[in-house]
């Protein structure tokens, strides 16, 4: 299986409708990729807290359309990272979009774990509530979002759910890089899954961007890791290799915690 991870930078003096043409251009060049995947709030910055709601969309709104149009052209398994999704009736949430290589949505989460202690993105976004799940024909992804990376129960759950690949999309910050290469590595030995983490380059807000983007085996071997800068990551790996891992050293089958019920004193 052959994944483009793109790392995309997202600087002040690039309009959002700009940046959004020219990612679906950088698409538009992974054809041959059976899956590509892109970084949180790619069109407003994971940090530019007054833009969200300038910048906040409905669902099918032009980010939606430019992303489907672009894995359609391009015949690939698009995790289109995530925008700052205006819901009608209810707050702003940080959507993740993937699309099939034919265009049409195959799945839609709503990030869980908000970032910013009661700031930020913690009160203007609202939580998403449902652990989302994606079938390709050869691996399960396992949908999460930058904060999400540091609550192993949200992989867990993922993983009971059948994820095979777990895809991250974040904005994180470059003071924390070594968190970020740290926990990747974790949740692939973990969970003994693929780990396809896709960061942002660039500042936000006068944020620098940690970059760095990472594929992880699920021995917690580094298959590839970017630079600090805008950089289009392509690896090649077999999914087959999670159940060999989970054949080989079946750590998951003794799990206890978790898989019933507390028992009442």
């Not at 002040?12 to 054809?31: G, I, L, M």
């Not at 910050?173 to 969970?191: C, F, G, K, M």
């Not at 396809?196 to 917690?220: F, N, R």
Request: hydrophobic residues 40%; negative net charge; aromatic residues 8%.
């Amino acid at each position: 299986m052959r994944a483009s991870v793109i790392q995309i930078a997202v600087n002040e003096d690039e309009s959002v409708e700009a940046r959004r043409r020219r990612v679906a251009a950088t698409v538009r060049e992974q054809a041959g990729a059976d899956l590509v995947v892109l970084p949180e709030l790619w069109t407003t910055g994971a940090f530019a807290y007054e833009e969200f709601g300038r910048e906040a969309e409905p669902l099918e709104g032009p980010t939606y359309e430019a992303m489907a149009k672009a894995a359609s052209d391009a015949g690939v398994w698009l995790h289109a990272g995530s925008i700052p999704e205006r819901d009608p009736d209810g707050p702003l949430y940080n959507t993740s979009l993937v699309f099939s290589p034919s265009g049409d949505l195959a799945a839609a989460y709503r990030k869980i774990h908000r970032f910013g202690f009661d700031k930020g993105e913690a009160v203007l976004m609202g939580a998403g509530s449902e652990l989302v799940t994606v079938r390709l024909p050869a691996t399960t992804l396992g949908l999460s979002t930058c904060y999400d990376l540091r609550f192993p129960e949200l992989y867990r759950g993922l993983v009971d759910a059948g994820a095979e690949t777990l895809v991250v999309a974040a904005g994180w910050p470059e003071r924390r890089r070594s968190h970020w290469t740290l926990l990747a590595q974790a949740r692939a030995v973990e969970n003994q899954s693929f780990v396809l983490a896709c960061a942002t380059a660039g500042t936000h807000a006068g944020v620098p961007q940690a970059g760095h983007s990472i594929v992880v085996d699920p021995w917690g071997e580094v298959l590839a890791q970017a630079g600090a800068g805008e950089e289009v990551l392509t690896v090649e790996f077999d999914p087959g290799k999670v159940a060999a891992t989970r054949e080989q050293f079946p750590a998951l089958k003794d799990r206890t915690l978790g898989l019933q019920p507390p028992r009442r004193p």
